[in-house]
């Protein structure tokens, strides 16, 4: 029995990633038992990224994702769910208080018609909420995390926003004016699954499906800086809201992808928060309060004279020979933080599946230090002078989380050569700082 639950759930888990679940197996009475689609996809997420990774290096001759640029993914990613350490999702949470206390109808949670009419007002809310993130400028400081990747796979769907969701919530109420809560979490999930697969350069076409869903062909043309890609295909499962709302484009030249101004780094608060810092910088430079509070809620383009949403005569131009952001570093350093990334990635999967059981101050302590690996990776990969001294202080900090059982390691059998490693990683970054400090020292002499 045990065996067929676990199949049936890895089922689910496959399928819901392509939108393949029926109303039946997917309708709950109660918001408890609806499943976390998003976990039982996540082996998923891996076993395709290496598929494209393989499929890419058999089709292209070259790999498909780099290291740096991946593994940025990925923390992003894991710092988007940092938020549920401490708290219920805000669209969740926000439907269930609308829901409770003002919805105007309350349509079957068992009907099929029920849940087709969700999955399609989930999916025109998600329409408006990504023509939003792009459309208002404090929005937009969230999503652009989104947008950041140079290269454009599967782990480029995995580069979330940690903000994003505290302004997303509002544009979802409206249905919960008449769509149970259970209804809706299916919904939520499914419509966030399905647009993993669809961020991939190796599917070209889907044919006739071009017409009405989004396809890798669209979403491609929605990553890209080239100035006919900019907002456009704002559509999560459909693309027909674009086709109405005039929002749609093909995909003619080649697309390249990224944000319009790159930001030329991989250091993981900076890609998550940088834009805020740029909004404020920004309204500064004006001198009315009309035109300060317009650079916040206008559109990202703007300025003074212009309409609502800029334009792009500031914009670099496209030429179709750019190349990405990617500075070289040794093999061993590469092996070395993907090796870190994965004890990080271990802790950080102790963390969420723990968290009931963990006090507060544990969970800060370790939510701290795995925004501290994060960091510290991304200072590596950037080859700052000062990522010596922060990866030592790192370092101290592990061997300390490993003394007092806080870091396991990713194997039982593994546990002696993680501390051992650990240990000398300590050793080398130790020797390196004090190197460094001893060429300042002797320059300043």
């Known amino acids: 029995m045990a065996e067929e639950a676990e199949t049936g759930s890895s089922s689910v888990g496959f399928r819901s990633l392509f939108f393949m679940l029926t109303p039946n197996e997917s309708s709950f009475h109660k918001l408890e038992d609806v499943p976390q689609y998003v976990q039982q996809a996540t082996p998923f997420f891996v076993g395709l990224m290496v598929l494209e990774l393989v499929v890419g290096l058999?089709?292209?001759?070259?790999?498909?994702?780099?290291?740096?640029d991946g593994l940025t993914s990925v923390a992003c990613g894991m710092i988007s769910r940092i938020p549920l350490l401490f708290m219920r999702s805000c669209e969740l949470s926000a439907y269930m208080f609308v829901w409770d206390r003002y919805r105007l109808l309350e349509l079957p949670w068992d009907s099929a018609w029920t849940w087709w009419l969700t999955?399609?007002?989930?999916?025109?809310?998600?329409?408006?909420?990504?023509?939003?993130a792009h459309e208002v400028s404090f929005i937009w400081a969230?999503?652009?995390?989104?947008?950041?990747?140079e290269y454009y796979n599967l782990s480029t769907a995995l580069r979330q926003s940690l903000t994003q969701q505290f302004t997303s919530w509002i544009f979802y109420m409206p249905m919960a004016l008449i769509a149970p809560p259970t209804v809706f979490a299916v919904h939520i999930q499914l419509n966030l699954l399905y647009q993993f697969w669809i961020h991939t350069e190796l599917i070209r076409s889907l044919g006739p499906l071009e017409w009405v869903f989004n396809t890798p062909k669209h979403h491609r043309v929605h990553h890209g800086r080239n100035e006919y890609c900019i907002d456009k295909n704002y559509g999560g499962i459909l693309i027909i809201w674009d086709r109405l709302f005039g929002t749609f484009a093909e995909e003619t030249d080649k697309v390249v992808f990224g944000l319009v101004f790159p930001i030329d780094t991989f250091e993981i608060l900076y890609v998550q928060?940088?834009?805020y810092l740029n909004l404020w910088r920004k309204s500064k430079t004006f001198k009315t309060i009309g035109d300060k509070l317009s650079t916040f809620?206008?559109?990202p383009s703007w300025s003074p004279g212009k309409s609502?949403?800029?334009?792009?005569?500031?914009?670099?131009?496209?030429?179709?020979?750019?190349v990405p952001h990617e500075p070289s570093w040794s093999l061993p350093l590469q092996v070395y933080v993907v090796i870190h990334f994965l004890l990080a990635l271990g802790t950080y999967h102790d963390l969420f599946e723990n968290k009931m059981m963990l006090s507060q101050f544990t969970i800060l302590g370790m939510t701290g230090y795995i925004l501290l690996t994060l960091t510290s990776m991304g200072f590596i990969m950037d080859q700052r002078p000062t990522a010596a001294h922060l990866e030592m202080l790192r370092c101290v900090l592990m061997a300390v989380m490993q003394r007092y059982g806080c870091m396991k390691p990713l194997l039982p059998s593994l546990a002696g050569p993680t501390e051992a490693f650990v240990s000398l990683s300590l050793l080398l970054w130790a020797l390196q700082s004090f190197s460094q400090l001893l060429r300042i020292k002797k320059k300043a002499d």
Do not use: M
Not at 119 to 132: A, I, N, Q, S
Not at 142 to 149: C, E, K, P, R
């Open 273 to 275: 928060l940088h834009y």
């Open 142 to 149: 969230s999503h652009q995390v989104h947008h950041s990747s």
């Open 297 to 299: 809620f206008k559109g």
């Open 119 to 132: 999955f399609v007002g989930v999916d025109f809310c998600y329409y408006w909420v990504h023509r939003f």
């Open 308 to 322: 609502r949403l800029g334009d792009h005569d500031d914009n670099p131009k496209v030429t179709g020979q750019e």
């Open 58 to 68: 058999l089709k292209t001759g070259s790999a498909v994702v780099t290291i740096s």
